[in-house]
Antibody, heavy 121, light 111 residues
Framework: QLQLQESGPGLVKPSETLSLSCPVS??????????WGWIRQPPGKGLEWIGS???????YYSPSLKSRITISVDTSKNQFSLQLRSVTAADTAVYYC?????????????WGQGTLVTVSS | QSVLTQPPSVSGAPGQRVTISCAGI?????????VHWYQQLPGTAPKLLIY???NRPSGVPDRFSGSKSGTSASLAITGLQAEDEADYYC???????????FGGGTKLTVL
């Protein structure tokens, strides 16, 4: 059974970089059938897709966040990562990593449990 | 403001049927992109409920069903149960944004 688990600091200062990783267990991140995605949810609000990556390193980013994000994959560690630069309070959210079926028709399943990241000095 | 439009809330009594709509436009649902639905119970991560418009993953009760027509999609829940009280989100892909997009979410209250 595939499992994902977000890890990283729960508190980040304004203007700094938010860094999260998502180790994958129970399956290979090098599968050609899947993308690996990041989604966030501000407190009390809805879901926002951040970006996705294929095992080859091909990335797909949200236009609204593209200038500030980098998503990378480490096949040797079977994990993928998110960096969000120049954070503000508006980036405070629960961040989820998820497997996504490859292609524009894809859906996200399964999801990690999520990790709350608060941006505050 | 979300790309896909859902009603903020719906409600129903136990045993009743409710539907949740997901309205898109010609660049997403109307372009033929599939719609998927997620259930988010309080304090938990979203869980896939319906994929590719009408399909239920293993373990999802057949009380949940999805449909799609034109530029919109719907999630129907029959035989409402207290455990169905949750937030529900639709998701698709948008050609203009080159992005996977979510609806704003609908809070289901079981009266």
């Amino acid at each position: 059974q595939l499992q994902l688990q977000e890890s990283g600091p729960g508190l980040v200062k304004p203007s700094e970089t938010l860094s999260l990783s998502c180790p994958v267990s129970g399956g290979s991140i090098s599968s050609t059938s899947y993308f690996w995605g990041w989604i966030r949810q501000p407190p009390g609000k809805g879901l926002e897709w951040i970006g996705s990556i294929y095992y080859s390193g091909r990335t797909y980013y949200s236009p609204s966040l593209k200038s500030r994000i980098t998503i990378s994959v480490d096949t040797s560690k079977n994990q993928f990562s998110l960096q969000l630069r120049s954070v503000t309070a508006a980036d405070t959210a629960v961040y989820y990593c998820a497997q996504a079926t490859a292609g524009s028709a894809g859906w996200f399943d399964p999801w990690g449990q999520g990790t709350l990241v608060t941006v505050s000095s | 403001q979300s790309v896909l439009t859902q009603p903020p809330s719906v409600s129903g009594a136990p045993g009743q049927r409710v539907t949740i709509s997901c309205a898109g436009i010609t660049s997403n649902i109307g372009a033929g992109h599939d719609v998927h639905w997620y259930q988010q119970l309080p304090g938990t991560a979203p869980k896939l409920l319906i994929y590719t418009n009408t399909n239920r993953p293993s373990g999802v009760p057949d009380r949940f069903s999805g449909s799609k027509s034109g530029t919109s999609a719907s999630l129907a829940i029959t035989g409402l149960q207290a455990e169905d009280e949750a937030d529900y989100y639709c998701q698709s892909y948008d050609n203009s944004l080159n992005s996977w997009v979510f609806g704003g979410g609908t809070k289901l209250t079981v009266l």
